[in-house]
Nanobody, 122 residues
């Protein structure tokens, strides 16, 4: 079983950037496809991005495509979400997820982190 801890959230102005990190432990990191999700106040949790075990394939929801980049470093057991050109509607709690069996375009996590708050001011 893998444990996930997110970091890097905070308050940023619209148009700014943040990089989220998710550190994994407890299992072989490279066995898992990884994903990022977010949940805004009063809304359901939604998929943001996913990356394959080796990092050679990625998938994004349309609202962040071209602004966000998911990447991973298997040597550091860490997955990242680089968020550029942030908008107020990106404000949410961001969650990291892991799954051994997945399809990137329909990614759903089996293991979850505790989340990190991202707030984008206008």
């Amino acid at each position: 079983q893998v444990q996930l801890v997110e970091s890097g959230g905070g308050l940023v102005q619209a148009g700014g950037s943040l990089r989220l990190s998710c550190a994994a432990s407890g299992s072989t990191f490279s066995n898992y496809g990884m994903g990022w999700f977010r949940q805004a106040p009063g809304k359901q949790r939604e998929f943001v991005a996913a990356i394959s075990r080796t990092g050679d394939s990625t998938y994004y929801t349309s609202s962040v495509s071209g602004r966000f980049t998911i990447s991973r470093d298997n040597a550091k057991n860490t997955v990242y979400l680089q968020m550029d050109s942030l908008k107020p509607e990106d404000t949410a709690v961001y969650y990291c997820a892991a799954s051994r069996w997945y399809t990137l375009s329909r990614y759903s996590g089996n293991y979850w982190g505790q989340g990190t708050q991202v707030t984008v001011s206008s």
